[in-house]
C-alpha cells in the first residue's frame, strides 16, 4: 500500500510538473510595419518556441499594409516555421505604412513564401479555424496591434469550422487576451495610445466585450524598456531580418539608446507570466470616439506596473531578441 500511494504521488506530481511546463499556446496579431518593436516581439516569440515554451499558432497581421504578410513570412522563414499559418486583415483599413522602410528592406532581402498579402487567408476565418481545433480556455492571443480582427472575430458567426458566434468561439477556447495597449497619462486617468486609437470602434467593442480575461502592458511600461543597441552591435549575428530592421529603424531615427520594447513586454508576460519583472492593478477602461482611453469604475483588466527596474527588464528582452533560428 505504501509503494502504491507513492507511485501514484510521484504520477501525479510528474502530471503537475508536465502541466505547468506545457507550451503556451499563442496566436500573435499585430501590425507589423508602422514600427519596428513587433519584429522584436516576434524573436521573443520564435526563441520561446524554440525553447518548448510557446506554441506559434498562428501569426496575423490588423494591418492591411502591402508588406505586412511578406513580413510575417520572412520572418517565420527565418526562425524556420514557414508553416505557420498567416491571416491579415481583408478590408481595406486600417492601413499604416511602413515608413522607415525596414520592412521593404527585409522582404527584398530575405526568403518567404507569402510574396504578397493576398496569398494569406481572412484573418478573422483564420482566427475561427485555429480556434475551434483547440481545447476548450487553451489559446493565449496577444494582440500587439489594432483591434480590427479581435472585433470581427466577436461579430462573426458559425461557419464551416464552428457552429458557435464569435463571442461564444471566443468564451469556450481562448485562455487570455494579452495586448500592448492603453495608457494612463499624467492625470491618472486618460491616455491616448496608436493600438487603441487607430480602430476606436473596434477597441471599444474589445474591451467592452471579449468574454475572457485581459492583461493590458500599457503605454508607460514599453517606454522606458529600450532595446535593440547590443542587437546591432552583435557582430556574430549576420543575415538576420531582426537584427537589419532594427539597425535600419535605429539608424533612420538617429537613436543610438535603443527602441522602446512595447510589444515585446506583451509576448514576455504573455509566456512567462507577470512576475517576477512586473506587478499589476485591476482597472476598467471606456474607449471614446476619439480613441482616449478613460478609467471607469470596476475590475475587468489585469494593468501591468513595474516591479523590477527597467533596465533589468530590457536586458531580459534584449538576449532573447538576440536568438538564432534552431536546424530543424
Not at 267 to 288: M, Q
Request: proline share 5%.
Amino acid at each position: 500500500m505504501k509503494k502504491t500511494a507513492l507511485l501514484l504521488l510521484l504520477f501525479f506530481c510528474l502530471d503537475a510538473h508536465a502541466q505547468k511546463h506545457s507550451p503556451v499556446l499563442i496566436i500573435f496579431d499585430t501590425d507589423i510595419a508602422p514600427d519596428y518593436d513587433d519584429v522584436g516581439a516576434m524573436a521573443l516569440l520564435h526563441a520561446f518556441a524554440d525553447n518548448g515554451e510557446a506554441t506559434i499558432l498562428a501569426t496575423i497581421s490588423s494591418n492591411a499594409f502591402e508588406t505586412t504578410v511578406p513580413t510575417l513570412s520572412v520572418l517565420n522563414t527565418y526562425f524556420n516555421r514557414p508553416g505557420i499559418p498567416v491571416g491579415v486583415v481583408k478590408d481595406s483599413l486600417p492601413n499604416k505604412n511602413c515608413s522607415q522602410l525596414w520592412a521593404q528592406a527585409i522582404v527584398a532581402k530575405y526568403p518567404h513564401a507569402l510574396q504578397s498579402n493576398a496569398a494569406a487567408m481572412d484573418a478573422v476565418k483564420l482566427y475561427r479555424k485555429i480556434l475551434s481545433a483547440q481545447a476548450n480556455q487553451s489559446v493565449t492571443v496577444v494582440s500587439v496591434g489594432f483591434f480590427t480582427n479581435l472585433a470581427g472575430l466577436l461579430n462573426s458567426t458559425a461557419d464551416e469550422y464552428s457552429p458557435l458566434d464569435g463571442t461564444k468561439l471566443v468564451e469556450q477556447k481562448v485562455k487570455q487576451l494579452v495586448s500592448m495597449a492603453a495608457r494612463i497619462g499624467k492625470d491618472g486617468r486618460t491616455g491616448y495610445e496608436f493600438n487603441v486609437m487607430v480602430d476606436a470602434a473596434a477597441t471599444k467593442k474589445v474591451f467592452a466585450d471579449w468574454p475572457r480575461p485581459i492583461l493590458l502592458s500599457g503605454f508607460e511600461i514599453g517606454e522606458k524598456i529600450l532595446t535593440g543597441v547590443p542587437l546591432i552591435q552583435n557582430e556574430s549575428i549576420i543575415n538576420s531580418p531582426v537584427k537589419d530592421a532594427f539597425e535600419i529603424a535605429l539608424s533612420k531615427d538617429s537613436n543610438r539608446v535603443g527602441r522602446n520594447s512595447w510589444d515585446q513586454t506583451a509576448v514576455l508576460v504573455a509566456v512567462r507570466g507577470i512576475a517576477p519583472w512586473f506587478g499589476y492593478r485591476r482597472v476598467n477602461f471606456d474607449v471614446e470616439a476619439d480613441g482616449k482611453n478613460v478609467l471607469v469604475p470596476g475590475e475587468k483588466f489585469t494593468y501591468l506596473e513595474f516591479k523590477q527596474a527597467p533596465d533589468t527588464i530590457a536586458k531580459l528582452i534584449g538576449d532573447l531578441m538576440m536568438h538564432q533560428p534552431v536546424k530543424r
